[in-house]
């Protein structure tokens, strides 16, 4: 690693240093197996969920067909016991899930991020009750909690209660996460630095440590959307929320509800299903890579 | 004993802020909780019952007194353990109802939980002894799919297959209805027949997070020094991997079983709705269901607090395994 | 017959990403039976890859490469992994270079000395008690057996655990034992300690050392015979007495020019300029050869080998990897020519400073400052008195050096100085104020008169932000500059450090450069505001001997050409020799001597002091501990000579 003299005056030379990093990012990560796999199957779910009007052969909502068909060239993974094309309702359903998965993994990220750097880099008293507030989140069983805060929730129900819902109960975790990886950072010797340097306590959290938590963000992130596709699947299945939205999980639910196991309607319980697996192995897969990137092995060079 | 007394404070304290949140949450929407719980009923059924509205008024106390005076009220209601009457099921007392469907859920739950985390640990040991080996890649990269299947969804192809098409087990229910729930033989047969596909459907992804958690722990520690100097000791590498690897390793995945716990409670609830099996899991979705409010508040109380009892029991065997809690605990 | 045999050994760190790296290249030697040999080199240079590979303990990355390590006869690398085990511990014992983890942390002491008994067949009859050997070893080392044996690691100290891992390394007797930087980390007292307990231990029980090491002084002053290592190879190896005195490598010459006795009337240290290759690629001819003063034509492209030394180097076995010495390099320099000395750059006690500072206003004037620490320890409150009564004065364009052992009390002053932490009593004036009552605005325009030098280059720089990032901030901040302005300053800032062409430094992130590089960039940081006051907490202590004096001798021109002062916190009495004016001794929260630089080194006064100068190793008395034949005092210091 010898030192290379750069052409032309010094003046000139380029600062543009995060746009150069950013191709190497996403090399590590497409270097990783794993990773890529992940993202290739994630880039065929978002394709999905964006073509879906081309994609699906008939309208979701168009109940029109005979129940309880066996698939078939028309019906690809057949119909529902209401009349409904499964292979329609399976491509639709990617946008729920993918809607509720980034929106809601967007806000407990949020309030995690919020949380946990707040707790961890004030300390003291104020972190002491954050802290307890998020243990104490953290340790309540989640699907109690969003079955009954969904329960007095107002509005009845639907995508957006589905997301709140979820977003507001499933940020503990990742502020414990990030509560943790900032105690570690907040004394380093270049957060002293920075304060010297005069920088503010915004700039310093921000700029100076967030940058340096990033590979943690985006891997508490993927796990939250993850984690609310899977949340989603859930309380639709047990009837929270609005069951006419078109999801896998309201699929499912709907399978159940009209017997497809006893009718032999065995496509439309592993479809969905088996969607919903992709879909979260796609982001744990992802996962890895980012992992990978935080290793020091491969980041050293 | 400060790391002890630690635990048990955080214990009391957690237990009061559950029991808090119990209160604030049907307090949250704005006006006059009953009335807007009488609403939802009313929108449900078109009309309200007087025994619901009896039990809407005696879960919330006196409408128009204090927030303070009904905060007193409840954990007074809560200390003598009268959590109001059922909807649903009246007139039985929720504390009736709860406690006919309890020890299913303990049973079923208390029994798939001791036995994921044993297993768990167990495989996720064997993978990091034998890791960086293609047996390591596919376990984990195996096990990593597979516990991204939805439990309910596992129970779904469990029924279908196990029941219906080859009829082995029975698909729902905790017990058959032609034998008299006892201590008879005849009941533990039936009742052990209808536990194995609830349990299985949990046993499938149950172990897997406490197995990578094992795996990535001890692989952690089979790297430190103090494993390094193991091996330059000459000790052999039984002792390595149980005494330096695994000794070492299960600490955080103790920390990890409270985490996994509530997700855990979750997921059963789910398999109980798909098993029409009699526990909390199927109460609670149940009383969602009936807008059965008082049952709901109750059953959501009974399992934090379950969980935070069990959290409680891991902190302590930590305590007690890892000598530096105590320290860790004061710096 | 030799107990370790190694030949052409090599190690590589191989990893799917990167092209692999040669850490340890076809190194040969063998140690006899009984010697005590210290490897010594600097970080990076292999010496802890060679160690791991005499184990039989590579992991991955790391991959034996070729070569063979032999034991009494017996290759290792042939060896099934059962047969190494039975030679582990009975015959090769080992401490780690981070003994503070060597221990199990969750069973008790007494349970891993077991562990080793049981893992190798400890006969109660033949072996004799297993608890009276464990006692035995533990007095030794000089250690309570009772208390020791029931602790838990984490209840002893870090001197205590280093005495445990020797002890359990010397339980079943071994013929050889590795002892990988067993002192670093440690206090300098504890560290002086363990090295004589060592050194009585070995002398008694006779047992094979080899020594890793970077700490020149202790090696030379411990070992009977030193290897030094670069760049993967061993470049010299040399009794300990004649390294210490007639160094013929360059390189060797260059480290044992760093080293210098602060009591000496002259002191004088020099620097290695440049840095170690990357061992990716092994250059084609001497891998020390970009660095070295004394180069010749050939250096660039043959590469040399390690023979014989010549005669005149002394009379012990003497080998070498130098073209000065070689056939190649006699027939460039001319046949009978003696190689010169090769002259590396100096940094020279500087002793005028006093005069400049004469007579000026104090910048900072302390009196009475006192700092308690409140610790909760469960209900009970803990005060841990960290500064008890401290005066002292600085003024412009001064250094003075704070000395003293970790924990006593010199970085809390930092703290405070940098109002990080306010005092809990005395008077503080810093440039007029006091910095405890400021908030806000006349806070930070405090901290742009008052800067900072940390000790960690490796953690002082954020590892996302370039260079140019980094010393934007405070001009930005402080001095309010943007755009060219800020770019133009930001590149004199550079060259003034030394980072020249500045244009090539701007854009590196912190890994890719060198601890010195990185260094040299806190430096330009910290000078950016132009402070009045600069605080260095150890800023040389985590660098590379080597390099150490070019550090030095930076902010000794920093503080001439920009009149700052300085206060200068360190533990070794060397380096605040080289570049203070006044200095500090303190120990426990206070002060326990003061005075002008040379007066308080070459006339301690206080015990204090004297002991933490007896605790600096001194190569000059290489072979003088161990009764060798060769042993020679001497009383001049060494150095590159002038």
């Not at chain 2, 597979?146 to 779904?156: I, N, S």
């Not at chain 3, 992994?81 to 199990?104: G, K």
């Not at chain 3, 049981?118 to 009772?146: K, M, N, P, Q, S």
């Not at chain 3, 060219?484 to 800032?493: G, I």
Request: hydrophobic residues 45%; glycine residues 10%; neutral net charge.
């Amino acid at each position: 690693m010898s030192a290379v003299t750069l052409d032309g005056p010094p003046a000139v030379t380029a600062r543009r240093p995060r746009l150069l990093r950013t191709p190497r990012w996403f090399v590590i990560l497409w270097r990783n197996k794993k990773a890529r796999f992940g993202m290739v199957l994630l880039a065929l779910f978002l394709l999905m969920a964006a073509f879906a009007p081309w994609l699906a052969p008939y309208d979701p909502r168009d109940g029109g067909f005979a129940p309880g068909l066996p698939p078939s060239a028309e019906h690809w993974f057949g119909t529902t016991g209401r009349g409904f094309d499964v292979a329609s309702q399976a491509i639709w359903g990617a946008r729920t899930s993918l809607l509720v998965g980034l929106v809601a993994g967007t806000i407990s990220t949020l309030i995690a991020l919020a949380i946990g750097m707040t707790a961890g880099y004030l300390g003291g008293f104020a972190d002491e009750v954050l802290s307890f507030f998020t243990n104490l989140v953290l340790v309540v069983p989640t699907l109690p909690l969003m079955v009954t805060l969904a329960a007095y929730m107002p509005g009845g129900g639907g995508v957006w209660m589905v997301i709140v819902v979820i977003g507001i109960t499933g940020w503990a975790g990742g502020a414990r996460n990030k509560r943790a990886q900032i105690l570690t950072l907040r004394n380093r010797e270049y957060i002293q630095g920075a304060r010297q340097a005069g920088d503010g306590i915004f700039r310093i959290i921000f700029r100076e440590i967030a940058p340096n938590m990033t590979s943690l963000i985006v891997v508490g992130f993927i796990g939250a959307v993850g984690g609310a596709i899977g949340a989603e699947a859930g309380l639709a299945f047990i009837g929270i929320g609005d069951p006419e939205t078109i999801s896998w999980g309201t699929m499912l639910y709907w399978a159940s509800q009209d017997g497809a196991l006893l009718t032999g309607g065995f496509a439309r319980l592993v479809v969905p299903g088996l969607l919903l697996a992709l879909l979260t192995t796609a982001l744990t897969f992802i996962n890895f890579g980012v992992d990978a990137l935080s290793n020091p092995h491969l980041r050293e060079q | 004993m400060t790391y002890f007394a630690r635990r048990i404070g955080f214990f009391v304290l957690t237990l009061w802020g559950a029991v808090t949140l119990n209160f604030l949450i049907p307090r949250m929407s704005a006006g006059d909780p009953a009335q807007a719980i009488l609403e939802q009923v009313a929108a449900k059924d078109g009309y309200v019952d007087p025994a619901q509205l009896e039990a809407v008024r005696a879960m919330l106390g006196v409408p128009d007194a204090s927030l303070w005076s009904q905060y007193v009220d409840y954990l007074g209601n809560i200390a003598s353990g009268n959590f109001g009457v059922s909807y649903t099921y009246f007139p039985y007392s929720v504390t009736d109802v709860i406690g006919d469907a309890l020890p299913w859920t303990i049973v079923l739950l208390g029994t798939t939980l001791v036995l994921s985390f044993v297993i768990g640990t167990l495989l996720g040991a064997w993978v990091a002894w034998r890791r960086n080996t293609g047996f390591d890649a596919v376990v984990t990269v195996g096990s990593s799919f597979l516990g991204t299947l939805p439990f309910f969804w596992l129970a779904l192809l469990l029924i279908y297959v196990f029941a219906i098409t080859l009829g082995w087990l029975p698909s729902s229910g905790g017990y058959s209805g032609a034998v008299e729930p006892g201590p008879s033989p005849e009941f533990f047969v039936d009742a052990w027949q209808h536990f194995l596909l609830p349990a299985a459907a949990i046993m499938i992804t149950g172990p897997i997070g406490w197995m990578l958690g094992m795996r990535n722990n001890m692989v952690a520690s089979l790297g430190e020094d103090f494993t390094r100097f193991g091996r330059a000791k000459g000790l052999p590498a039984r002792v390595l991997a149980v005494s330096y690897g695994a000794r070492v390793a299960i600490l955080p995945n103790i920390t990890g079983f409270a985490l996994a716990l509530g997700g855990l409670v979750g997921g059963t609830a789910l398999v109980e709705q798909v098993f029409n099996y009699p526990g909390m899991g199927r109460l609670l979705l149940e009383a969602v269901g009936n807008k059965d409010f008082p049952l709901m508040q109750t059953i959501f109380l009974f399992s934090t607090v379950g969980v935070l009892v069990a959290n409680l029991a891991a902190d302590m065997l930590y305590g007690l395994l890892d000598p530096r809690a105590r320290r860790k605990e004061t710096a | 017959m030799a107990l370790v045999e190694v030949e052409h050994l090599s190690v590589d760190y191989r990893s799917r990403d990167l092209p692999p790296s040669h850490a340890v290249r076809d190194v040969s030697f063998s140690i006899a039976e009984g010697e005590f040999v210290g490897l010594l080199g600097e970080s990076g240079c292999g010496k802890s890859t060679l160690g791991n590979a005499l184990l039989h303990l590579l992991d991955r990355p790391a991959h034996h490469a070729g070569g063979s390590v032999r034991f009494d006869g017996q290759d290792l690398y042939a060896l099934s992994e059962r047969d190494v085990n039975r030679l582990r511990w009975r015959e090769i014992a080992t401490v780690f270079q981070s003994s503070m983890n060597a221990l199990n942390p969750v069973l008790r002491v007494a349970k891993q000395f077991h562990d080793a008994m049981d893992a190798h067949g400890w006969r109660e009859g033949v072996d004799g008690d297993r608890h009276a050997r464990i006692r035995e070893v533990l007095a030794d080392v000089e250690l309570d057996a009772d208390r020791v044996m029931r602790s838990y690691p984490h209840e002893l100290s870090g001197g205590m655990r280093q005495r445990v891992v020797l002890a359990l390394a010397l339980l079943l007797r071994p013929r050889f034992v590795l002892l990988d930087e067993p002192t670093t980390g440690l206090d300098v007292l504890v560290q002086r300690s363990i090295v004589e307990l060592l050194r009585r231990i070995q002398r008694e029980q006779g047992f094979t050392v080899l020594f890793i090491s970077h700490d020149l002084g202790t090696v030379l002053e411990i070992a009977d015979r030193v290897m030094v290592m670069y760049a993967g190879e061993v470049v010299e190896s040399r009794p300990s007495a004649e390294l210490a005195t007639n160094p013929l490598h360059p390189y060797s010459h260059g480290l044992l020019g760093s080293f210098d006795d602060p009591r000496a009337e002259h002191v004088s240290v020099a620097y290695i300029a440049g840095r170690p290759p990357a061992l990716t690629e092994p250059p084609p001819g001497c891998p020390f050869a970009p660095r070295c003063p004394s180069r010749l034509a050939a250096c660039d492209d043959v590469v040399p080998t390690l023979d014989d030394a010549p005669e005149a180097a002394g009379p012990g076995p003497s080998l070498v990897r130098c073209h000065l010495f070689t056939d190649v390099g006699a027939a460039e320099l001319g046949a009978g020519t003696v190689p010169e000395t090769p002259r590396f750059a100096e940094v020279t006690a500087w002793s005028g400073a006093a005069s400049s500072a004469e007579g000026r206003e104090p910048l900072v004037v302390v009196e009475d400052l006192v700092k308690t620490y409140e610790r909760r320890r469960g209900l009970r409150k803990e005060r841990v008195e960290a500064v008890r009564g401290v005066s002292f004065t600085l003024v412009p364009g001064q250094v003075r050096a704070l000395v003293g052992q970790s924990g006593s009390g010199k970085s809390t002053i930092a703290k405070i100085l940098t109002r990080t932490e306010r005092a809990t009593s005395g008077t503080l004036r810093v440039d007029g104020v006091d910095p405890g009552s400021l908030r806000r605005a006349a806070l930070r325009e405090y901290r742009s008169r008052v800067q900072m030098v940390f000790q960690d280059p490796f953690a002082a720089l954020n590892p996302t932000k370039t260079v140019g990032d980094s010393l934007g901030r405070p001009l930005r901040n402080y001095l309010g500059l943007t755009g060219d302005a800020l770019w133009q300053r930001v590149l004199e800032l550079l060259e003034s450090v030394g980072l020249s062409p500045a244009a090539t430094y701007v854009d590196k992130l912190p890994h890719q450069l060198s601890g010195g590089q990185r260094q040299r960039v806190v430096v330009a940081r910290a000078m950016a505001p132009r402070p009045r006051l600069l605080v260095a907490d150890e800023p040389i202590s985590m660098l590379d001997v080597s390099i150490r004096a070019e550090i030095l001798e930076l902010l000794a021109d920093t503080v001439r050409e920009q009149d700052v002062t300085m206060l200068y916190i360190t533990h070794d009495l060397l380096s605040a020799r080289l570049l203070a004016d006044d200095i500090m001794v303190m120990r426990s929260g206070e002060i326990v001597e003061q005075g002008p630089t040379a007066q308080v080194v070459r006339e301690a006064r206080h015990p204090y002091t004297r002991s933490l100068l007896d605790a600096i190793p001194r190569p000059a008395r290489a072979g003088a501990v161990p009764a060798g034949p060769t042993a020679t005092e001497s009383t001049t210091p060494t150095g590159a000579p002038a």
